[in-house]
């Protein structure tokens, strides 16, 4: 597993409080990375992720999963298993959560 750094492009107010939506592009490197998230959010309500580059037959899915302010980004080949080459690949992280300050 792979800790990856996100590049921050937007951050949206989801509502008239503290919750955020953010969005963020990383490069994946393995087929199960962490993205901490601290410095963005204080709690997360929810992740989606996409591929938005390199999608190929080794690389043709991604399912973001969270725990406190990680998110794992598991990437799996078109046969449903690990994925196995990230060559040119970008993934578009959305991330809504609660960012009181942080």
Do not use: C
């Not at 990856?4 to 107010?13: G, K, N, Y």
């Amino acid at each position: 597993m792979a800790a990856l750094t996100p590049t921050l492009v937007v951050s949206l107010d989801a509502s008239a409080g503290t919750k955020k939506l953010k969005i963020f592009t990383v490069t994946p490197s393995s087929e199960s990375d962490a993205v901490a998230l601290a410095t963005h959010f204080s709690s997360i309500d929810k992740a989606f992720a996409f591929i938005s580059a390199g999608m190929d037959a080794a690389l043709s899915a991604v399912q973001p999963t969270h725990s406190d302010t990680t998110v794992t980004l598991a990437q799996k080949g078109e046969d449903g298993e690990d994925a196995t080459n990230w060559t040119s690949a970008s993934i578009t992280l959305i991330v809504i959560g609660e960012d009181a300050g942080v």
